[in-house]
């Protein structure tokens, strides 16, 4: 712990002086979002003031995708356990789901306010997969 505090850096256990990984830079859009793909983590989804999503390769960093996903900001993204759907939300109370990896928009539904985070809820009984804003507005994804 000396040597620590005689550089003046954080020891890597102090969680509250996070550290720069990796710096990436596709647009001069400020990033409102970041969503990691649970699954491997081979992807990464981050979304922007302009209303873009870029996918990224999460192991190299490397932008591997834009899509115009939104005409307002991106404020929340989310992979599925299984990494086939992409679910983003825009400050103007969009919410789209997107098919993966082909980011073919699957579904676009309008809530009455922003949904600051999304999540995916377990598949319901009759089998059809749900996802829940945290206005805890529910989301029937037929």
Known sequence: MTRWRQTGAAPPSDLSAP???ALVQ??????????LDAKDGRFVATGAD?????LWDGFSLDPISR????????????FDASCTLLASASKDGEVSLWQF????CRQVFKLGS???????????AEGSPQAQ??????????
């Not at 596709?26 to 969503?35: H, K, P, Q, Y």
């Not at 302009?50 to 870029?54: N, V, Y």
């Not at 600051?116 to 319901?124: D, S």
Request: hydrophobic share 50%.
């Open 101 to 104: 990896p082909s980011l073919e």
């Open 133 to 142: 804003d945290t206005n805890q507005e529910s989301l029937s994804l037929d």
């Open 50 to 54: 302009d209303g873009f999503i870029l």
């Open 67 to 78: 899509i115009a996903g939104h005409k307002s900001w991106v404020l929340s993204l989310r």
């Open 114 to 124: 922003a949904a600051q985070a999304l999540c995916f809820l377990p598949a319901a």
């Open 19 to 21: 550290v720069p990984v």
């Open 26 to 35: 596709a647009s001069r859009s400020l990033v409102e979002t970041l969503a």
